[in-house]
């Protein structure tokens, strides 16, 4: 694969970059119908509007938007739409990213958060209308896209790759307490399942750790992030980031929510 057509792959969504197989902590995936196009998956993230009580997501904050599920390559479609949905009223993100993510499309969405003027923190949503109901009767609610009442938890998972990223494109980024960052190593893979050479799949490595490296810098964050991730890919291994780092890497403006 050539200079130009791997560089086609790359921003045409054929090429991804995904936690490498041996350091995904994988969680469970929910009962729940296929969201988006052809091939994805069952948990591909969603997006709905959600409210509390005041101070619910932050500071002041009563109501926010989810971001629910695995970064697929069409993500940022539903992004664009539910920020459109609430143009002006710049509510925050709350991740709560899980299972085989897409890295690049994480930027993507990180880029699209900065540009609109989000803040973003992370955790899980517990909305109050799904108590005692299906997973498949509850995702059926946020689909419609909310407002839904409900409470944002204090988060078991950590802040994977996926999560950093896109909470990297906040305006204020916070992490509540007791959370925790756990960095990964990063694996080349094709959408569309087909092999991919050694030279290909260098090339394509190196590329996308330019593009990131240059995400963090537009986006205020110190690329010795990507450095700690590169290591991880070397040695196969996870890392936890302590929160000492948090503020030295410039991940997040504020501690906590």
Not at 37 to 65: H, N
Not at 92 to 105: E, L, Q, T, Y
Not at 205 to 210: G, I, Q, S
Request: with cysteine; aromatic share 4%.
């Amino acid at each position: 694969m050539g200079a130009r057509s791997m560089a086609a792959a790359i921003f045409g969504g054929l090429i991804s970059i995904l936690a490498a197989g041996f350091a995904q902590a994988q969680v469970p995936t929910p009962e729940r119908p296929a969201v988006g196009g052809i091939g994805q998956l069952p948990d591909a993230m969603i997006f709905y509007v959600a409210r509390g009580t005041k101070g619910a997501c932050g500071p002041g904050c009563s109501e926010w938007i989810v971001a629910e599920g695995a970064v697929q390559w069409d993500t940022h479609k539903r992004l664009i739409n539910i920020l459109d949905r609430t143009t002006g009223r710049k509510l925050p993100v709350v991740i709560n990213a899980r299972g085989d993510s897409n890295f690049n499309v994480a930027t993507s969405l990180g880029r699209i958060l900065r540009g609109r003027g989000i803040d973003t923190t992370m955790g899980p949503t517990e909305v109050e209308a799904c108590r005692g109901k299906p997973e498949a009767d509850c995702f059926a609610l946020k689909r419609q896209g909310g407002p839904l009442d409900a409470t944002v938890k204090v988060p078991d998972d950590p802040c994977d790759n996926a999560c950093v990223l896109i909470l990297a494109g906040g305006v204020h980024r916070s992490l509540p307490a007791g959370s925790k960052v756990m960095l990964t190593g990063m694996a080349v893979h094709n959408r569309l399942g087909l092999n991919m050479s050694k030279d290909a799949r260098t090339g394509s490595t190196a590329r996308f750790d330019e593009l990131f490296r240059i995400y963090l810098r537009d986006m205020g964050v110190d690329t010795e992030l990507l450095d700690m991730i590169d290591q991880m890919s070397e040695v196969r291994r996870r890392l936890e980031l302590p929160p000492s780092e948090w503020t030295r890497l410039r991940l997040v403006t504020e501690t906590a929510l």
